[in-house]
């Protein structure tokens, strides 16, 4: 048996090394030589952290100067603030604004490590993840890696359709926006010209009414300065909601008024309708509705990060992983899941699992830092209540919607509420300032001067790199040896040879 698995690791390096090789992108040596480089502390336990968002973040700052050696992963290098992701793709904000590298973050602090790196398996059995770069032992693991588009299986408007749930997605946006709107001066066809300059927004929820609210703002303030030959009133744009409301998860008065405002500002809102397809430009709804389009926006919902290797039975609604109320998951004692990757039922208050929230995901994620801390000096863990701080939406200018406890409130008193409630959590004085003088300066001039089209070439070596990342690093030599040790238990060796 053992042989088979040193068999099948040798046969797995060869057949690697020539496939790299025949690409010409590694060499073996590069592949060999990846790892971590993170040796352990003496006796101190590692915690690894994986996901940096609101819930993952929480956790690695509040366990700095703990009893443990934290590693914090992200596929990413930096922290970023999902809330204002709209305002860079309407091309209000600068990307790095709302971004933060998670080394600048710990300077100075010892126990904590970052490496970017992507997770790919989890091998409980052996406290072992596999990533990107390599793999990792732990003594606790934390899952935050949140959520991605939800696409419900269709494939062309997976495909086709323009996301925008990280700030790439929203970069991705703001310059096909950007650039549809100068092909449409210069198009041949009034049937190009239609498609390019219809907006549809899947999803009524906070983020396509935040989207389809500054994009209204855009067509209100900037098309008639920054394209004087173009009529504004050809840029229409929808938005499209299958349920009956806008802003499900709050009270139908601020539904209402979202929508008010939306109509006032010139936004064609679609209430129960359904899209099912998008293909040759066009979106099609259920009752077989075409609206020709270049730019389907889809902010139509979410499912957590997938997991790879662990059982079906942890999983609950959405791909979220089931966790007890102290974020342990059914997969292990020592493996806990916080933010909008978990759902928790156990919670009176919420049956069906918390919203996927930021303020969710940053209580849970200073409760468990503090949990673990209690488990290092043998005390019980507390359970996780949530403690809901409000929530509200912007629509645009002195429009806003807010509820906070039993205050219900819209208009500029939300607006300003928004404001300082959104500025408040951003990471970084410099940040905090940048946001703060970009928001005076459009509301006065009615303008923001970010509006150039810009795509990032990647360096070869990147390329190279990344490509070889993909093909790398499975753990299949994990899945292996698993394999191999369930033939080996004595239910597998009765089983009938075949
Ligand atoms: C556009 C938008 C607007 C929003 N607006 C609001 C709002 O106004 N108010 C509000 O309360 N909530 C808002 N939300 C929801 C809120 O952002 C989430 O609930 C919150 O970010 C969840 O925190 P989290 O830590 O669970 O996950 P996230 O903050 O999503 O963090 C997940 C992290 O994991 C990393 N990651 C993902 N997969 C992997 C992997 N395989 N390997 C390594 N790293 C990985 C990601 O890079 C990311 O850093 C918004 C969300 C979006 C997308």
Redesign the pocket.
């Known amino acids: 048996m053992l042989w088979f698995f040193f068999y099948g690791q040798k046969h797995r390096d060869e057949s690697e090394k020539t496939s790299l090789h025949e690409d010409g992108i590694s060499t073996y040596l590069q592949y060999t030589t990846m790892s971590f480089n993170i040796a352990r502390n003496g006796a101190q336990k590692r915690v690894v952290i ?8 929480k956790v690695a700052n509040a366990l700095r100067q703990s009893p443990y050696q934290v590693i914090l ?4 290098n930096y ?2 603030f ?2 204002l ?2 305002q860079i793709a309407s091309a209000g904000l600068e990307p790095s604004a709302i971004a933060f590298p998670f080394r600048k973050l710990f300077h100075g602090c010892k126990n904590v490590h970052f490496r970017m ?3 790919r398996s989890i091998f409980p059995e052996k406290n072992i993840i596999q ?1 990107s770069i390599g793999k990792i032992d732990y003594d606790y693991l934390v899952l ?4 991605t588009s939800n696409f419900f299986g269709n494939k062309h408007i997976e495909e086709e359709a323009i996301p ?3 700030l790439s997605e929203a970069m991705g946006l703001r310059n096909a926006l950007l650039s549809n709107l100068e092909r449409s001066i210069t198009c041949a066809t009034e049937q190009e010209r239609r498609e390019l300059l219809n907006i549809v927004i899947v999803g009524g929820g ?2 396509g009414v935040e989207i389809a609210g500054a994009l209204s703002e855009m067509k209100r303030y900037i098309l008639p300065a920054d394209y004087p030959d173009m009529d504004k009133e050809l840029l229409h744009i929808y938005l499209i909601e299958a349920g009956e409301r806008l802003l499900g998860n709050m009270s139908p008065i601020s539904s209402q008024k979202a929508e008010k405002f939306l109509r006032e500002m010139g936004v064609d809102v679609r209430l129960g309708e359904l899209v099912t397809d998008y293909h040759a430009h066009q979106v099609i709804l259920k009752d077989g509705t075409a609206i020709p389009t270049r730019t389907l926006i889809w ?1 139509s919902g979410v499912k957590a ?1 997938a997991t790879d290797n662990l059982p079906e039975f942890c999983f609950g609604r959405g791909g979220r992983l089931k966790v007890d109320a102290c974020n342990r998951t059914e997969v292990a004692d020592n493996i806990f899941a ?4 978990c759902i928790m039922t156990c919670d009176t208050n919420y049956p069906d699992g918390h919203p ?6 940053i209580q849970q ?1 200073k409760l468990l830092a503090q949990n673990l801390i209690r488990l290092a000096h043998d005390k019980p863990m507390q359970p996780f209540r949530y403690k809901n701080l409000g ?3 912007t629509i645009g200018r002195n429009r806003a919607v807010a509820e906070i406890g039993c205050i219900k409130t819209q208009g500029i008193v939300a607006w300003f509420l928004w404001l300082t409630v ?1 500025l408040r959590p951003i990471l970084g004085v410099r940040n905090k300032i940048n946001i703060l003088l970009n928001w005076i300066w459009n509301y006065f001039s009615y303008d923001q001067s970010l509006r150039i089209i810009l795509y990032a070439k990647k360096a070869k070596e990147v390329i190279e790199r990344e490509k070889r990342e993909t093909v790398t690093h499975w753990g299949d030599d994990l899945k292996k040896e698993h394999d191999i040790r369930q033939e080996d238990t004595p239910e597998a060796n009765n089983k009938p040879k075949e």
């Open positions: 994986v996901g940096g968002g609101f819930g993952g973040l992963i992200d596929k990413n922290h970023q999902p809330p992701i709209y790196a992507e997770l990533t935050a890696t949140g959520t925008m749930k990280t906070a983020t902010v990060v916080i933010g909008d990757q996927q929230l930021a303020q969710v995901a994620g929530t509200m939406a959104h």
